[in-house]
């Protein structure tokens, strides 16, 4: 068990609709990050937050944005939804915000999205 | 932009012998390296690291080795054992995480 907490394990929804992936990050890490990880594709890099604010953005399409509350949760929040954003979304944590090399990313379990 | 590459989609060996998992990458300001591995229906968990002013690091069956003059690191594990059967990413660091796209491992008995 990572300690990352993401919600929910699945989510089936129609093109042009909006969906909000929740993410609670390992106790005591302050940064969280969001992947994307299309069929037989790697883990594509779409945003960090560190502390709640923005850190780094990958590639992160314009119908996507994410915020980390002063919790330190974060959402990723997709809207009009095509069928090719059907994916795994996976939520990281991390101590370190900018410190990459002294802090290897704890993963949860991911949220499944089908768009039909 | 793939900055990082595995190549090989899949590797299978036998329970006992050595596996191979090779990345490439073109990004030279990368200065950190990890290897993480998924199993299905779980996120990926880290493995190993070695960070660029190394050429080797060993964690027990595990070891990576870097050769920053080529932009390659592979990762040894012997001896192979069906618990290892995986995914197995290959990461690189600079002002953020890159992924490979996995190499899936296959350990038979």
């Known amino acids: 068990d990572s300690g990352v907490t993401q919600t929910p394990k699945h989510l089936i929804t129609a093109t042009g609709q909006r969906v909000t992936l929740r993410c609670s990050p390992r106790?005591?890490?302050?940064?969280v990050y969001w992947y994307q990880q299309s069929l037989d594709q790697g883990l594509q890099f779409l945003i960090q937050?560190?502390?709640?604010?923005?850190?780094a953005k990958g590639n992160i399409l314009e119908r996507f944005s994410a915020q980390q509350f002063p919790d330190l949760h974060s959402e990723l929040n997709l809207s009009s939804l095509e069928l090719g954003d059907s994916a795994l979304y996976f939520c990281a944590s991390s101590v370190e915000g900018g410190a990459w090399n002294n802090s290897p990313l704890h993963f949860g379990n991911g949220t499944r999205l089908t768009v039909t | 932009d793939q900055q990082v590459k595995q190549n090989s989609p899949s590797l299978s060996v036998q329970e006992g012998r050595i596996s191979i998992l090779n990345c490439d990458y073109t990004?030279?300001?990368?200065?950190?390296f990890l290897w993480y591995k998924k199993y299905p229906a779980e996120g990926p968990t880290f493995l190993i690291s070695i960070s660029s002013i190394k050429d080797k690091n060993e964690d027990g069956r595990f070891t990576v080795f870097l050769n920053k003059s080529a932009k390659h690191l592979s990762l040894h594990i012997v001896p192979s054992q069906p618990g290892d059967s995986a995914v197995y990413f290959c990461?690189?660091?600079?002002?953020?995480?890159?992924f490979g796209a996995g190499t899936r491992l296959t350990v038979k008995p």
């Open positions: 990004n030279s300001m990368f200065d950190y």
């Open positions: 937050y560190y502390n709640g604010e923005e850190r």
């Open positions: 990461a690189a660091s600079a002002n953020d995480m890159r």
């Open positions: 106790s005591g890490d302050l940064s």
